[in-house]
């Protein structure tokens, strides 16, 4: 089975700029998280998606949105890109009826100049 | 809302040797913690996890143990090989609707030859 995948895997933006970023989840599983790994702040929780419905969010700003479509895809989007949000942003999901274990993609690395 | 801690931030073992890491969480209401290898360029990969009401989990050369009394588990490699060179995140959630995984900061784990 195919794991979970993420495009692009690098980009480069300038600041003001707005992103979009893309997530397909292991075939079957409904639920999409995603987060932002840092070196100063570490592995920080974004949101979560679950049947195309926001069900948990973050303590991220405004700026950072998402969603989710029929086929369980995701995309993030980052509108007016600050330096600080030069990072690696990971996408993870989880199967149905299996508690808890979510399984991550590769990340997009982000970086704004 | 949930803090975990992890310890050590950096840790070197010869080869064969065991190595040990440590993590405490704040919320006695978490009940699932996983353990992540991430290597560099990759997202994190679950390598083991336990729920609330196991003491205890060993698979192969890993295991993690889990004191809620005292609000730690921790993480147990024996026979490290070069291969277990990674970082290394434990994170703790809440089994509920929309859960939210927090993280610790991480462990940067070298296996000397």
């Known amino acids: 089975k195919a794991g979970v995948t993420q495009t692009p895997r690098y980009l480069i933006k300038t600041r003001g700029q707005q992103v979009t970023l893309s997530c397909s989840p292991i075939s079957g599983h409904r639920s999409v998280s995603w987060y932002q790994q840092t070196p100063g702040q570490g592995l920080q929780f974004l949101f979560e998606y679950f049947s195309e419905t926001q069900r948990n969010k973050g303590n991220f700003p405004g700026r950072f949105s998402g969603r989710q479509f029929s086929n369980s895809r995701s995309e993030m989007n980052v509108s007016t890109l600050e330096l600080g949000d030069s990072a690696l942003y990971l996408c993870?999901?989880?199967?149905?009826?299996?508690?808890?274990?979510?399984?991550f993609g590769p990340g997009t690395r982000l970086t704004v100049l | 809302g949930e803090n975990v801690e992890q310890h050590p931030s950096t840790l070197s073992v010869q080869e064969g040797d065991s190595a040990v890491i440590k993590c405490t969480y704040s919320d006695s209401a978490s009940n699932y913690f996983p353990w992540y290898k991430q290597e560099l360029g990759k997202g994190p990969q679950l390598i083991i996890d336990i729920r609330s009401n196991v003491g205890e989990k060993k698979d192969q050369r890993i295991a993690v143990t889990l004191n809620k009394t005292a609000k730690h588990f921790s993480l147990h490699i024996t026979e490290t090989q070069p291969e277990d060179s990674a970082v290394y995140f434990c994170a703790a959630s809440i089994r509920s609707y929309g859960q939210n995984f927090v993280f610790g900061p991480g462990t940067r784990l070298s296996v000397l030859p």
């Open positions: 993870a999901s989880r199967p149905p009826g299996a508690g808890d274990t979510q399984y």
